[in-house]
């Protein structure tokens, strides 16, 4: 009995001491985890800020798109088409509604005989007149959609050879001076108006120091002008 004791004992003792090894193996392992986490974590944080530190500042600059259109040659030679074809198609609605108007006054002449054909072809005349002039509204505004289509296109491969060639990282429209207005007959109301533009905005203040709009215009009518087929 008194061996059985003993070696109960011992085992028991056995037990205990291996216990308490495995709970210390298991803190060294959990702090041993945490260390090399927080090494982890501050190595993340100086690659960041050694990069943010490497990066240089962007260089902004803004133009105005309006200006801009407005002082292009290309914008005045294409306008001067325009005003071409326009007149044009004025010229030609003109005679159209000519055509009407004598033909009303010989419906006036008539006799009760012919009027009902004079009416019927005065109709035809009318309706024709008219879809012409529908059409030719509608052909110079999509001339017009077109014109100021290409000019943007142009505008952005400007700005971006302007960018490369000075360094730019970034390049807004300015439109910061642009008035929020209010049109009283549109259909929607003028808090709807006014918050729409709102939040359109894109640029509230912006130093005329970075302005680039005459850099833009110098370079657009220059290479306009080297294109001889212009």
């Known amino acids: 009995n008194a061996e059985l004791l003993i070696s109960r004992t011992s085992t028991r003792r056995t037990i205990f001491m291996f216990s308490i090894s495995g709970k210390n193996r298991l803190q060294r392992m959990t702090c041993t985890f945490a260390f090399a986490s927080v090494v982890c974590i501050i ?4 690659a960041v800020a050694a990069t943010t530190q490497m990066l240089a500042p962007t260089v902004v600059a803004t133009f105005s798109i309006e200006e801009v259109i407005a ?6 030679d294409a306008e001067t088409k325009l005003r071409n074809l326009i007149m ?3 010229e030609k609605t003109k005679s159209k509604f000519d055509e009407v108007a004598k033909l009303e006054k010989e419906l006036d002449a008539t006799d009760n005989v012919d009027r009902p054909i004079i009416n019927e072809e005065l109709d035809l005349l ?7 002039q529908n ?5 110079v505004d999509i001339e017009r959609s077109l014109m100021y289509r290409d000019l943007y296109q142009k505008i952005q491969t400007s700005v971006a050879d302007i960018a490369e060639q000075n360094g ?3 390049v807004l429209i300015n439109d910061a001076n642009r008035e929020i207005m209010v049109n009283p007959k549109a259909k929607v109301s003028r808090e709807f108006q006014v918050r729409e533009q709102l939040e359109v905005k894109r ?4 130093s005329n120091q970075i ?12 290479e306009w002008e080297k294109n001889p087929s212009n």
């Open 43 to 46: 190595a993340g944080y100086a």
């Open 71 to 76: 002082d292009l040659t290309e914008r005045a």
């Open 88 to 90: 044009g198609i004025e």
């Open 126 to 132: 009318k309706l024709e007149a008219l879809s012409y």
């Open 135 to 139: 059409f030719a509204a509608s052909q």
């Open 168 to 170: 730019y990282g970034l």
């Open 203 to 206: 640029i509230v203040y912006a």
């Open 211 to 222: 302005d680039i709009t005459e850099q833009i215009v110098s370079h657009m009518n220059l």
